[in-house]
């Protein structure tokens, strides 16, 4: 029905296909030749695009989707055959010894390695118009998630620098087409954030065809019938594009060793991730996740070793809707509940994985990257024969060792104290109440910011310092605990270790209403004392030694949102509105000890 001259063979060869297949609501509706008859090409243009861009084609697409949806329908267990049992792994208290021992080992490991940022989501559960990455972690800087990555890769990048000099750790991003515009004008914008951008890839996933039913029809969208609706194939994209990119190969040539994978909005990842490689570095682990104590039904996978009936045995993540019913038919009828621990015995996958890049290279390619699908439709109603709305086919990035043979070595670090290592902004205000409503965390754009301050205190704290606080507040309907706010950049402590050898923690008192801001590569803080707001804003090559500074001021408040009041979006999802004054007097006016050594004093 369309005018034949606009299509190639090519695309006669993929309609006939998807007519072989059962699609013919796809052209049903097209009119006779003459009548919109550009519609008809852009609609067989974004065929071949959907075609192009998946594994397989639109064909293979269709037929596992079809699969896979016969599985669901039919209720097939995908753990048939498996009993979870709790692994076994390494278990770190934040700052302890064997904490800082695999913290060194693992600095010193990242000075061969790559980091992969995992940020096509657009965050929908959030309430955030913008990428996450735009999101400021905390608010006493205004530091986006994106600015504080890249800032801790080059904390790491500084030391290994220091052995081998112009080591440039490379950072590649997954975008999507929701963030990757967005998230190349960040970086532009800003400079890259100091980092070389020959550092930086961008490597863009595509998103797949919806699916209308179980017989895996294409959705069609309902305002515009001449296109199929499609939604993102989920974070395990990420393999098969560093595959298809060349930057794994290519990260092997330049002589790296591992590959770190992190997700958008964790303002503590590389609190943990040093001591995740250490361990792996030690284990020679082929994959490590780091993972915290998980709170029953609690939204993070849960890491659990399957045995299979066969005698193969497999350690990995079994997402949150899934283990709750792989124990009910297994070992537990009540599924997936705490233990007298007050937590769910299977540790909580935070997808920060670290990869042995010796063993994933050849492992992508002999699987081109590609890693198992599911799909979860919901069902209109219990006889599962029509969808609420269409679904899609789905992978995780932490399925990648479902591929890997029995032999390989795959564990996973356990940092058990979770405001050290984890706490990811994901859920609107609604949503963050219900879900602390249910004695969950609520992984919210308030707590995100204020566990930042509580980690930075508690290792102020485990290093000798005074910090007081925390004091009971309510933000957005959430009750926390509100602590200091003590921020400091990854320049001046990218470990516990040189927080320890920056800080002479028993010298320093830190009052309930203090902020305190330090960022510099060579600020010392030997004696100080804050009531109020402090900022210490070092450049690069100058040296601040602070000895013996008292902080008297009024200091910086955090306001509980007034509804009636303008607000932005980043102030409504975390409930507050900082009150940050300019500083009132220049460092040289104050008690304070300055070495300055040929910089310019700004
Ligand atoms: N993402 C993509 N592409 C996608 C979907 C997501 O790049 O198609 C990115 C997001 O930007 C984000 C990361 O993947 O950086 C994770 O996405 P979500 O935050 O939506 O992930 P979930 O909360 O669904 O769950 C994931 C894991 C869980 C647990 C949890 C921890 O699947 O097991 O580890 O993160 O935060």
């Known amino acids: 029905q369309g005018n034949e001259a606009s299509f190639s063979q090519e695309d006669a060869r993929?309609?006939?296909?998807?007519?072989?297949?059962?699609?013919?609501?796809?052209?049903?509706?097209?009119?006779?030749?003459?009548?919109?008859?550009?519609?008809?090409?852009?609609?067989?243009?974004?065929?071949?695009?959907?075609?192009?861009?998946?594994?397989?084609?639109?064909?293979?697409?269709?037929?596992n989707a079809q699969r896979l949806l016969e599985d669901s329908r039919a209720g097939r267990n995908p753990f048939e055959g498996y009993t979870p049992v709790v692994p076994d792994g390494e278990k770190l208290d934040y700052g302890s010894e064997s904490f800082q021992e695999y913290e060194e080992l693992g600095a010193e490991a990242a000075g061969r390695a790559a980091f992969v940022l995992v940020a096509g989501g657009l965050g929908e559960r959030l309430g955030y118009s913008g990428i996450k990455l735009a999101l400021p972690a905390e608010s006493a800087t205004g530091t986006c998630f994106l600015q504080l990555y890249v800032e801790s890769i080059l904390a790491l990048q500084a030391r290994a620098q220091q052995q081998r000099p112009g080591t440039r750790l490379p950072l590649a991003i997954m975008t999507s087409g929701d963030t990757h515009k967005r998230t190349i004008k960040l970086l532009e914008d800003n400079h890259h954030f100091g980092m070389d951008p020959a550092q930086v890839h961008l490597i863009k996933q595509e998103k797949v065809a919806c699916l209308s039913d179980n017989n895996a029809h294409l959705a069609l969208d309902g305002k515009d019938p001449f296109t199929v609706q499609t939604k993102p194939h989920g974070h395990g994209d990420v393999h098969a594009l560093l595959h298809s990119s060349g930057l794994v190969k290519r990260w092997q040539e330049e002589g790296l060793?591992?590959?770190?994978?992190?997700?958008?909005?964790?303002?503590?990842?590389?609190?943990?991730?040093?001591?995740?490689?250490?361990?792996?570095?030690?284990?020679?682990?082929?994959?490590?996740?780091?993972?915290?104590?998980?709170?029953?039904?609690?939204?993070?996978?849960?890491?659990?070793?399957?045995?299979?009936?066969?005698?193969?045995?497999?350690?990995?993540?079994?997402?949150?809707?899934?283990?709750?019913?792989?124990?009910?038919?297994?070992?537990?009828?009540?599924?997936?509940?705490?233990?007298?621990?007050?937590?769910?015995?299977?540790?909580?996958?935070?997808?920060?994985?670290?990869?042995?890049?010796?063993?994933?290279?050849?492992?992508?390619?002999?699987?081109?990257?590609?890693?198992?699908?599911?799909?979860?439709?919901k069902y209109a109603d219990a006889s599962k024969t029509q969808f609420k709305s269409s679904t899609r086919l789905e992978c995780m990035?932490?399925?990648?060792?479902?591929?890997?043979?029995?032999?390989?070595?795959?564990?996973?670090t356990v940092i058990n104290q979770v405001w050290a290592a984890y706490s990811p902004v994901k859920n609107s205000p609604a949503d963050a109440r219900a879900k602390a409503a249910e004695g969950n965390p609520s992984h919210s754009a308030t707590t995100g910011e204020l566990d930042i301050y509580e980690a930075n205190c508690r290792s102020l704290q485990m290093i000798g310092t005074t910090v007081e606080g925390p004091e009971p507040r309510t933000f957005n309907g959430l009750d926390v605990q509100f602590w200091p706010r003590v921020v400091w950049s990854p320049a001046f402590a990218a470990t516990f270790a040189d927080l320890k050898a920056k800080v002479n923690g028993p010298g320093v008192r830190v009052g309930s209403n203090a902020s305190l801001v330090i960022q510099g590569r060579q600020v010392?803080?030997?004696?100080?004392?804050?009531?109020?707001?402090?900022?210490?804003?070092?450049?690069?090559?100058?040296?601040?030694?602070?000895?013996?500074?008292?902080?008297?001021?009024?200091?910086?408040?955090?306001?509980?949102?007034?509804?009636?009041?303008?607000?932005?979006?980043?102030?409504?999802?975390?409930?507050?509105?900082?009150?940050?004054?300019?500083?009132?007097?220049?460092?040289?006016?104050?008690n304070i000890k300055l070495i300055w050594r040929g910089c310019d004093s700004k």
């Not at 009636?564 to 009150?579: L, N, S």
């Open 397 to 412: 990035m932490q399925d990648f060792p479902k591929e890997l043979p029995s032999s390989a070595r795959v564990g996973f």
């Open 257 to 377: 060793l591992w590959v770190c994978f992190f997700q958008d909005t964790n303002g503590l990842v590389f609190r943990a991730l040093p001591a995740a490689l250490g361990v792996s570095s030690r284990k020679d682990y082929d994959v490590n996740s780091l993972a915290v104590p998980r709170k029953a039904k609690e939204a993070i996978g849960g890491i659990a070793q399957l045995q299979h009936t066969s005698g193969r045995s497999m350690t990995i993540n079994v997402e949150y809707n899934q283990l709750d019913p792989l124990l009910r038919a297994t070992v537990n009828p009540e599924g997936d509940v705490n233990d007298e621990s007050g937590y769910s015995p299977f540790p909580g996958n935070i997808n920060q994985l670290v990869l042995k890049l010796s063993s994933y290279a050849p492992e992508l390619e002999r699987t081109q990257g590609i890693i198992a699908e599911f799909v979860n439709p």
């Open 14 to 63: 993929l309609v006939n296909a998807l007519l072989d297949l059962g699609q013919e609501h796809l052209f049903t509706h097209w009119p006779a030749p003459g009548q919109h008859d550009d519609d008809k090409v852009r609609q067989v243009a974004q065929l071949r695009h959907l075609d192009f861009n998946y594994n397989g084609g639109l064909v293979g697409y269709i037929q």
């Open 524 to 590: 010392e803080v030997a004696k100080l004392d804050v009531e109020g707001a402090l900022v210490i804003k070092a450049g690069p090559d100058a040296i601040v030694k602070v000895d013996g500074l008292e902080v008297r001021n009024k200091g910086w408040r955090w306001m509980a949102l007034n509804p009636d009041k303008p607000m932005t979006e980043e102030q409504f999802i975390r409930g507050f509105k900082p009150q940050t004054a300019k500083p009132q007097r220049s460092l040289d006016e104050v």
